[in-house]
């Protein structure tokens, strides 16, 4: 039955995508657009005491400068500016709400102008004047200022008394910088207005409905009023979840001028949105002489903004993942004059879990035990945290399968022990652990009587493969051929779906499409056994299959009838189904996916440049719908967990509150040079109680653990144990 659900598919948007005929926010047109450009604020905390347009309303072609002085009206209740992501407490951003400044780079007026070289001249002639307040935007100065996040995580055993004893002690800080997401496509929106009044809004976002119900909101609208379009989606990682100020600025313009308006970010602009935040990871461990574990802690002291309380997890990890009887940890917040920080890929665990796995090398050394080998001394089958058995738990298999593929066991313990030339070598490993979350999601399924199917869910793919994975669910689940299968996506009218992120979509969508296509068969059925001298007769709906445009029944073979049959007989042209997918609210079993990561890193010992040169990455995430979009999907991963641990980080110039390396020539990610050999392994990991199909989700997993294990390797190489990251070659020398 599954021609298509577990092989290295194709993706069915790949053509679209390659050949410029996908179409992104930025690039749809409208009869008259008209285009914003940003002008931003230049200092970190303050108000502004007068803004001065004239000039810019001089320059031929513009035609309105938007501050919170001249602005449409804009909701004033906090709760109209919530959306389904919305950080618990705090009062979400308005862009040109008023006249206070929260952070530099805040947009604090929308040129708008014929066209975008004219906007973008236009906004240098605006003029501010500030009234200037005193300001902190440096994490580790307000350290002491920290507030609890509530409620704190309950503890386990009594974490102080087992430190007191433990035999083998480890303890440090690890400080992981702040990051920004850089996705290819630019933050941008276009605003169709048409004289009805409707808006059909073109957002870079990931989730379409959440931005329709948000825009409501903030500008009164109904429903049918605000109509958001996202078909294609340029990499976002998190930074696209939470409405962003572009698509304010965008509709605000629009209903201003009544026109069509265009609003595109500049890359450094895109730097005043949300990234990961600064996090200082205090962990410590305790041990007996053997490895075994008795005592973890974890505390996380991380920055927000003023305005609201931005945090993941970053230190449940270190309670769930090890089995020790004793736990605590505690996560903090610093309020400093800088913007609200987001979700960005694996987010908590990509930070929280790096610092435990970094600790937990330094605990093996300080034991002398091999790494993987303390690991699997503290490997627990249970939720250590929720005292719960795991639906599915193979991360035993991906040790073993990575170490193997890796050679671990060739192996010299000793620092600095491994060289190729004048080159240091570095074995380093670390677990890492991700939710396996899912979602209600709904799904439409529209059967015609040529044997094709549509399929539409207002669900985003942001390039993780949702197209082409509903695709194969589809086509297994009615017993066509993929090309048969046209799905449409990321349209708020279409069935309901939320945001796409926390490794949920794959396995939400996938159930709503085999639910819809279950209906679908349900009718066939239906029909089919009612058709004079049915081979069908008598049968139920479960008693039959859909597999090669035949209704057939499955005990029977060669009792079948055409699907074309069916309809034809019937005097039908098309079946329609729509089905909302709710998950079980089972609290019995933890749900998590897992994996296990080797790195090879060569440090060239004069000059202390870092190449990893191998990395070895074993996944244990349920059933795989798509082993070719899946590896590229956990390939990136690891490309960004190469970018975590050895350049990425946004740098502040505390004396102005201001970010330093605001683009990407002076922001560092990896680019083809710094990436070398990455080998994918999916261990398999049949799961038949977290749903139907078995599947989990591996859009986060693939980035998580990967900093840790490089680290763990530069330690090894070098003897230098680097725990302020990234890890730039300045100090290792
Ligand atoms: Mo992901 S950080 O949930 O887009």
């Known amino acids: 039955m599954n021609a298509y659900v577990g092989t290295p598919t194709s993706r069915v948007d790949g053509r679209a995508k ?4 996908a179409k992104y926010a930025g690039e749809f047109g409208a009869n008259g657009l008209v285009h914003g450009f940003v002008v931003e604020a230049t200092i970190p905390r303050g108000r502004i005491v007068r803004i ?38 705090g009062s979400t951003f308005r862009p040109l709400y008023d006249d206070r400044i929260k952070f530099n780079g ?50 386990r055993g009594d974490a102080a008394a087992a430190m007191t004893r433990a035999a083998v002690r480890h303890e440090a800080d690890y400080v992981l910088p702040s990051e920004h997401h850089n996705p290819m496509e630019l933050f941008a929106t276009t605003v169709v207005w048409d004289d009805s009044g409707r808006l059909a809004v073109h957002d870079k976002t990931q989730g379409v409905q959440n931005v329709q119900k948000f825009l409501c909101s903030v500008f009164g609208k109904k429903p049918d009023e605000i109509r958001v379009i996202s078909p294609y989606v340029g990499g976002a990682f998190g930074s696209g979840l939470r409405p962003q100020y572009q698509v304010v600025l965008a509709t605000l313009a ?21 990234y990961r935040p600064m996090t200082i990871e205090r962990v410590a461990l305790g041990a007996r002489p053997d490895g075994t574990l008795d005592v973890v802690t974890h505390e996380a002291i991380a920055v927000t903004s003023r305005y609201e309380d931005f945090s993941r997890n970053d230190t449940g990890w270190a309670e769930q993942l090890y089995s020790s009887p004793n736990s605590r940890s505690s996560h903090k917040l610093v309020h400093l004059d800088v913007s609200t920080p987001c979700d960005m890929r694996a987010p908590g665990a990509a930070t929280g879990v790096c610092a435990l796995e970094c600790a937990m090398d330094e605990l093996a050394v300080a034991l002398e035990l091999d790494p993987v080998g303390l690991r699997l001394k503290c490997y627990s089958d249970r939720d250590q945290s929720e005292d719960l058995p795991y639906t599915s738990k193979q991360l035993r298999e991906c040790y073993a399968r990575g170490a193997e593929a890796f050679g671990w066991t060739r192996r010299d313990p000793t620092p600095r022990s491994m060289r190729d030339g004048k080159d240091l070598i570095g074995w380093g490993m670390a ?65 309901q779906a939320p945001v796409e992120g926390g490794s949920w979509m794959a396995a939400s969508s996938a159930h709503a499409v085999l639910g819809a296509a279950e209906d679908i068969r349900g009718e066939l059925a239906r029909l089919a056994k009612a058709m004079p001298g049915s081979p069908l007769a008598g049968l139920d709906a479960a008693d039959v299959a859909l597999a090669d445009g035949m209704v057939a029944s499955r005990a029977e073979k060669g009792a079948a ?16 189904k729509e089905k909302l997918n709710e998950f079980a609210d089972d609290k019995s079993h933890a749900r998590n996916t897992h994996s296990a990561v080797f790195a090879e890193v060569k440090v060239d010992e004069e000059l202390g440049v870092i190449r990893v040169t191998r990395i070895v990455s074993a996944i244990a995430a349920g059933r795989i719908l798509n082993t070719k979009t899946g590896r590229s999907q956990i390939m990136g991963g690891v490309v960004w967990g190469i970018g975590m641990a050895l350049h990425e980080e946004t740098v502040m110039d505390h004396r102005f509150g201001r970010i330093m390396n605001a683009n990407i020539a002076e922001y560092h990610i990896p680019v083809n040079a710094d990436i070398h050999d990455i080998d994918v392994i999916f261990v398999d990991e049949p799961d038949e109680r977290i749903n139907r199909l078995g599947i989990k989700g591996i859009g986060e997993i693939g980035i998580v653990g990967v900093p840790a294990a490089i680290a763990n390797a530069v330690y090894h190489a070098t003897g230098k144990r680097i725990r302020r990251f990234p890890i730039t070659l300045d100090k290792l020398l």
């Open 561 to 576: 009838v055409s699907i074309a049959d069916v309809m034809r007989h019937s005097k039908i042209e098309r079946i329609e």
């Open 18 to 21: 390659v050949t410029g005929a």
């Open 254 to 274: 629009a209903l201003a001028l009544k026109r069509s308006v265009r609003v595109v970010l500049t890359r450094q602009q895109m730097y005043g949105l949300g």
């Open 106 to 155: 805040q947009p604090i007026a929308l040129v708008v102008a014929e066209d975008w070289e004219t906007a973008r001249f236009a906004a240098t002639r605006v003029s501010v004047e500030y009234e200037e307040e005193a300001f902190a935007t440096d994490l580790e100065s307000e350290r002491d200022n920290a507030t609890e996040v509530e409620p704190p995580h309950k503890p």
């Open 52 to 89: 001065d347009t004239h000039e810019a309303l001089k320059v031929a072609g513009v035609l309105d400068v938007l501050t919170h002085a001249n602005r449409p009206p804009l909701a004033d209740k906090d709760d109209a500016w919530k959306d389904e992501v919305a950080p618990e407490k």
């Open 431 to 495: 677990t890492g652990v991700w939710e396996a979350l899912q979602m209600p999601v709904a799904a439409r399924i529209v059967l015609t009587a040529n044997g094709h199917a549509e399929v539409s869910c207002a669900a985003s793919d942001i390039g993780t493969g949702t197209y082409t994975i509903v695709a194969q669910v589809a086509a297994d689940a009615l017993g066509l051929p993929i090309e048969n299968i046209s799905v449409r996506l990321a349209d708020s009218t279409l069935p």
